[in-house]
Nanobody
Framework: QVQLVESGGGLVQPGGSLRLSCAAS????????MGWYRQAPGKQRELVAA???????NYADSVKGRFTISRDNAKKTVYLQMNSLKPEDTAVYSC??????????????WGQGTQVTVSS
């Protein structure tokens, strides 16, 4: 079984920075994509950033140039470095891992989420 635990959220002023961490337990060696999602009250959950198995990264237009997703395979951890934070970045950020199964198909795993609040 795979478990994901996010950390690093908190309160930060506009223009500040935070680094979120998503630590995995269990075997994630078969991951296809790992990503960060966020959901603010009254809004749809959206993909913020993702890293694929081959190392390719994708970002929502709203965070390009400000956020960076990275991974540390040895630590089984994926990070989201968030710079130049804006109030509209306020949301619960959740980590998701999509793993391939031995005989086809995929399984999704979600962390509990961590609150990021950007406010002056």
């Amino acid at each position: 079984q795979v478990q994901l635990v996010e950390s690093g959220g908190g309160l930060v002023q506009p223009g500040g920075s935070l680094r979120l961490s998503c630590a995995a337990s269990g075997d994630i060696s078969s991951f296809y994509v790992m990503g960060w999602y966020r959901q603010a009250p009254g809004k749809q959950r959206e993909l913020v950033a993702a890293v694929t198995r081959d190392g390719s990264t994708n970002y929502a237009d709203s965070v390009k140039g400000r956020f960076t997703i990275s991974r540390d395979n040895a630590k089984k951890t994926v990070y989201l470095q968030m710079n130049s934070l804006k109030p509209e970045d306020t949301a619960v950020y959740s980590c998701k891992a999509t793993l391939t199964l031995p005989f086809g198909g995929t399984n999704d795993y979600w962390g509990q989420g961590t609150q990021v609040t950007v406010s002056s």
